[in-house]
C-alpha cells in the first residue's frame, strides 16, 4: 500500500469523528445522534478520498446512500431488534465502504 500524501488530514478527520461521537454520544441516548455521526463518517471517507485525489467508484456512493439510510431507520424504530439489528448493518456498512472505496466493483484493464 503506497504512503497517503496527507496523513494530516485524515488524522484529523479521525480525531474530528471520535470528537463528534464524544459530543453526540455522552450521556444521551442515540436516536438522531448515530444518524448524524454515520453520515459524518461517510462523508469523512469521500472527503480523505478527494484529499488523496482518488476517484470513488460509482457504486460506492450507492453504498454511502444505503448506509446513512440503514443508520437513519435507528430512530424511527421503536423495538431493540431493529434498533440493533440496523445498527450493526450501517456500522458493517460504514466498515464495507472504507475497504472498497475507491475500487469497488470496477472492471480490470488489463
Known amino acids: 500500500m503506497p504512503p497517503t ?7 484529523t478527520a479521525a480525531f474530528g ?6 459530543l ?7 436516536g438522531i445522534s448515530f444518524t448524524l455521526w454515520i453520515a459524518l463518517g461517510v462523508a469523512a471517507l ?4 478527494f484529499w ?3 476517484r470513488p467508484a460509482p457504486a460506492s456512493y450507492l453504498l454511502g446512500l444505503l448506509t446513512v439510510a ?17 445498527a450493526f448493518l450501517s456500522l458493517a456498512g460504514l466498515a464495507l465502504l472504507a475497504g ?3 475500487h469497488a466493483f470496477r472492471k480490470v484493464q488489463k
Do not use: V
Open 5 to 11: 500524501r496527507t496523513p494530516e488530514r485524515i488524522w
Open 17 to 22: 469523528l471520535a470528537w463528534a461521537a464524544d
Open 24 to 30: 453526540l454520544f455522552w450521556k444521551s441516548s442515540p
Open 46 to 49: 469521500f472527503a480523505c478520498a
Open 52 to 54: 488523496e485525489g482518488k
Open 70 to 86: 440503514l443508520a437513519s431507520t435507528n430512530t424511527l424504530r421503536a423495538e431493540e431488534f431493529s434498533r440493533i439489528f440496523t
Open 100 to 102: 472498497t472505496l475507491t
